[in-house]
């Protein structure tokens, strides 16, 4: 597998990053299934992995921990904080409070004595970004973090912050992992761009936006998109955004044929094959469905095919919105009305 470099840490990885959002109750219960699939990612070359400590109430952290015994110095290791972790609305987000205790739940439940890349899950609409900067400087001045990063950030946020790093002397962002996909391209517009300008790696999630590119939902299919997890216009299937997402599949499944690939290896590649993305985030939550993302690694996609992608979702548009999950409070129609008296 070709390693690539993580902005300008020095750092390489693979091109596809490991999620570990299915190991636990939210999705594989099994603990020794999923430390197989771990140990499998890892032989296969994959050397990232990505977790978060809300992943099912902290068992995915656990679970990660666990399978990387013996092996954790040939990972490099990502996690995230902000959301909530119990009914106290101080324990979530990003105030020093918060982090400072949080970090050391992590560590324990991942078993090591530091982790990679700390990352903001979410950004805070009522948190001073040097609040969470000054924290996290903290704790990679203490050597239980090596790098930080930032999750689901607008453009502006993502200059906002590198501004306050520089300003105040503080540890910068050095990742932004944003939802990406090509069904979801909004971030080609401003988030690339920023990224590529600050020097920043790129971890994308979503690569198959989440599950419409699996082939698992068609046209023709008896059953149409749920979600436990995520319910809403995501899935409303009489959207007429989402009746086109279901057009679009068709003609990529067909485009993947003619190609030699399979619908998930299309969509896969496609994203890695952005010359700003540095990994895409795959979360399996089965052995096989792991096998079916590995290939995509191998995947070169010639301009005639990206040619042909770009006809049917152009660049920087997202089929729909709804899809948007990165700027929160900045991005909806209803943040940009302006307000009454």
């Not at 679970?63 to 990502?78: E, H, K, M, Q, W």
């Not at 689901?152 to 050095?174: D, H, P, T």
């Not at 080609?188 to 600050?198: G, N, S, T, Y």
């Not at 070169?300 to 040619?307: A, K, R």
Request: charged letters at 25%; proline letters at 6%; hydrophobic letters at 35%.
């Amino acid at each position: 597998m070709e390693y690539r470099s993580l902005g300008r840490t020095g750092v390489r990885v693979s091109p596809l990053c490991l999620g570990a959002m299915m190991f636990g109750p939210w999705g594989n219960d099994d603990r020794a299934d999923c430390t197989r699939i771990i140990h499998r990612a890892l032989d296969a070359g994959i050397n990232f992995v990505d977790t978060a400590d809300v992943y099912s109430g902290g068992a995915s952290e656990e679970i990660v921990g666990g399978a990387l015994s013996g092996r954790r110095d040939d990972v490099f290791l990502a996690t995230r904080f902000f959301m909530p972790m119990s009914e106290d609305p101080n324990q979530r987000g990003g105030s020093r409070r918060w982090i400072i205790r949080e970090v050391e739940n992590s560590l324990r439940r991942l078993n090591t004595d530091h982790i990679d890349l700390y990352q903001v899950h979410r950004p805070s609409p009522d948190t001073d970004v040097e609040e969470t900067l000054g924290a996290l400087t903290d704790l990679v001045r203490q050597g239980k973090i090596r790098y930080i990063g930032s999750s689901s950030y607008s453009g502006s946020q993502i200059v906002e912050a590198q501004w306050a790093s520089k300003a105040r002397n503080l540890e910068r962002f050095v990742t932004e992992q944003p939802p990406y996909s090509i069904l979801v391209r909004g971030i080609e517009e401003d988030i690339l761009p920023a990224v590529q300008r600050h020097g920043m790696g790129t971890l994308t999630y979503s690569p198959l936006a989440g599950g419409w590119l699996s082939g698992r939902w068609r046209k023709d299919s008896a059953s149409a998109p749920t979600s436990s997890a995520r319910p809403g216009a995501r899935f409303d299937m009489t959207s007429p955004a989402n009746q086109r997402k279901l057009d679009i599949v068709e003609e990529l499944a067909q485009l993947a044929e003619q190609a030699g690939l399979t619908l998930i290896e299309l969509a896969i590649a496609f994203v890695i094959n952005h010359p700003g993305v540095t990994a895409a985030i795959v979360g399996p939550r089965t052995m096989e469905q792991l096998g079916s993302y590995l290939p995509a690694a191998e995947v070169t996609l010639p301009t005639e095919i990206l040619d042909r992608i770009d006809k049917l979702v152009a660049p920087g548009v997202t089929v729909n919105p709804d899809d948007n999950s990165y700027g929160a409070h900045e991005l909806t129609p209803l943040a940009r009305r302006r307000s009454r008296p």
